[in-house]
């Protein structure tokens, strides 16, 4: 835009509307003072978005219209990057081939010919401005503009009638396509990790609120995960290169924060060391690249924070409750301060800072990180796996054995119980990591949902006027599926559980709705779509899993859950050659 120049009065109303108009400018010391009767000088200071200022001088003769002489100063942190002035500059040899049609007098105007070349977006990074003759050459392709046409559009501005809301964004921005993508690439690839890692740790994760919101988590790092690959795809890097990128210091810190203790000093990496580097990361990006040209990148990274901020706030709380419960403090602070030093010696989470040396010795290197196998619960849950039946386990039926009683109170138990299904289906993301994108997707959202049955379930039995700890929690199949390989693991709970959820549900359903039960209707009418998904979605992932035929892999799964359902005491062995049916497996382990 340039500068009105036809009176005082406009020229103070553009001077003085600099912040307003201009997002990028912070603050404005600039004064303009009358000398005379057409005279003006505008003297201060501009302050302007990546620690750029500008200091302005003057001198405007408003009755040629124009600024007679100026002096623009650009500084950066202090340092002076370029200057702009009206005075002759013979002495500058390496502005002369900038404007050949000038004579040397002229030179240094010529470098200053837009009248708004100061408060143009100043780009903190852009090597261009640091740089008078590259300046001055892009400066040299001037508009080519008619008086008549610019008139004729004036006057027909004057006609249009509408005032639409005014778009404040400015082109510019710190990244070209190439360093969007490697940026968007280290980011897609944390969130992989994360993902996956968390995955890992869903068995080993005794507290049940950190359980339940650590599925919750695994899905926000692979929906994250998602919409950065999407844009990758559209910033010249294909799903391929995509899904095969692999950063051995990002695999290290990942590693590294794996191997805690404890799932408090877990959330401190994940959250408050990584997540939160993560966030601050979207945020300045989402700052400082192009708003117009890189619109979607910024929209996604939006989306991403819209889950981030109460993630990262309810990790912060965790971990003060665990402190408030007695963990160790100054412990999870020094355990904080070595995952820091570790990102910091990687240059970060977009690895574009200076590195730190990295802190030694590292936890993995001494111990690399597996996953656990073993179910863990809170003193508060009392758990069975020495049978798959509830009324065996108390030790007494609560209601007749074929009652809609009590196949009501099953039903909800069992999903409370489905905190098992966010320990398999997280699991499964961790051990075929890097196998397939989609999959792992697939398997990150089923986690989430298991990880909703299992609210619905203990909210149900609050409903239904139970505390949910005081009935027994069943760990059988959890504990069948920790150690064992992940297409078996998942034949089980897939092929088996949530099938044969969906072959008594229907029936459930209808009993509930004569029975005017709103309670169980309206939970299993969400449970029975969620579970289709799952079966459906299954078929794929099974297909990454794992080469076996259909029949096959059911046999062995079946082979598999006798060894360890007998191990348990779950079922006798009296016979040589034999094998649980489909049935028992559904009825003794189920999702
Ligand atoms: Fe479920
Ligand atoms: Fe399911």
Redesign the pocket.
Same mark, same amino acid.
């Given at each position: 835009m340039s500068a009105p120049l036809d009176d005082i009065a406009d020229y103070s109303a553009f001077v003085y509307a600099l912040v307003e108009r201009h997002p990028f400018v912070t603050s404005s010391t600039l004064a303009l003072a009358p000398i005379g009767a057409t005279l003006a000088k505008l003297e201060g200071r501009i302050e302007c978005q990546g620690g750029i200022h500008l200091e302005v001088w003057e001198l405007i003769d408003f009755a040629a219209r124009r600024i007679r002489t100026y002096s623009y100063e650009v500084y950066r942190g202090g340092e002076k990057i370029c200057w702009y002035d009206s005075w002759q500059h013979p002495e500058i040899l390496a502005l002369a081939p900038t404007c050949p049609a000038l004579d040397r007098g002229r030179i240094a105007e010529r470098c200053c010919l837009s009248d708004a070349l100061p408060f143009r977006a100043m780009n903190a990074d852009e090597p261009a401005h640091q740089n008078p003759t590259r300046t001055a050459s892009q400066e040299s392709i001037s508009a080519v503009s008619f008086a008549e046409d610019r008139a004729a559009a004036q006057e027909r501005k004057k006609t249009y009638p509408y005032q639409f809301p005014r778009d404040s964004r400015q082109l510019g921005g710190k990244f070209c396509v190439e360093e969007n993508a490697r940026r968007l690439l280290r980011f897609f690839y944390i969130e992989r990790r994360l993902m996956q890692g968390l995955g890992a740790w869903t068995l080993s994760i005794p507290e049940f609120e950190v359980k339940l919101e650590t599925g919750r988590h695994i899905f926000y790092h692979a929906d994250a995960a998602r919409l950065l690959r999407e844009r990758l795809s559209e910033q010249e890097t294909g799903l391929k290169a995509i899904d095969a990128f692999r950063d051995a210091g990002i695999d290290r810190l990942v590693e590294e924060l794996l191997s805690a203790t404890s799932a408090c000093e877990l959330l401190v990496g994940v959250h408050q060391v990584v997540g939160r580097a993560l966030a601050t990361a979207y945020r300045h990006h989402i700052d400082d690249t192009d708003p117009v040209t890189d619109a979607p990148t910024i929209r996604c990274l939006r989306r991403i924070l819209g889950d981030y901020e109460p993630m990262l706030e309810w990790a912060d709380k965790a971990i003060a409750a665990y402190v408030q419960g007695g963990v160790d403090e100054p412990g999870l602070a020094a355990w904080r301060w070595h995952l820091q030093r570790l990102l910091a010696s990687l240059g970060g989470v977009t690895g574009s800072d200076t590195p730190a040396e990295a802190p030694a010795p590292l936890r993995s290197v001494a111990k690399p990180f597996a996953r656990g196998t073993v179910p863990l619960r809170d003193c508060r849950f009392e758990t069975f796996k020495n049978t798959g039946d509830y009324d065996t386990a108390d030790g007494q039926a609560r209601f007749p054995q074929e009652s809609y009683e009590n196949l009501r109170l099953r039903f909800i138990r069992t999903q409370r119980d489905?905190v098992d299904?966010i320990e398999a289906f997280g699991t499964f993301v961790w051990d075929i990591r890097f196998k397939d994108f989609q999959s792992e997707y697939n398997l990150a959202r089923i986690t989430w %949902? =298991?990880a909703r049955?299992t609210e619905i379930g203990h909210r149900a039995l609050l409903a239904c006027g139970y505390d949910p700890f005081e009935l027994k929690n069943r760990l059988t199949g959890s504990t069948c599926r920790g150690p064992m390989e992940p297409a078996f693991a998942m034949a089980e709970i897939n092929l088996f559980g949530e099938v044969g959820v969906l072959k008594t549900i229907n029936d459930l359903i209808d009993t509930a709705a004569q029975r005017h039960d709103a309670l169980l209707h309206h939970i299993a009418d969400f449970?029975r779509s %969620? =579970?289709r998904t799952h079966v459906r979605k299954g078929q794929g992932i099974l297909k990454v899993m794992t080469e076996l035929d259909s029949k096959a892999l059911e046999t062995r799964t079946r082979e598999l859950f006798t060894e360890c359902l007998v191990s348990l005491g779950a079922v006798k062995k009296d016979m040589d050659l034999f094998t649980v049916s489909r049935d028992d497996i559904e009825r003794l382990v189920g999702?």
């Open positions: 489905e299904a %949902d =298991e049955h449970i %969620d =579970e999702e």
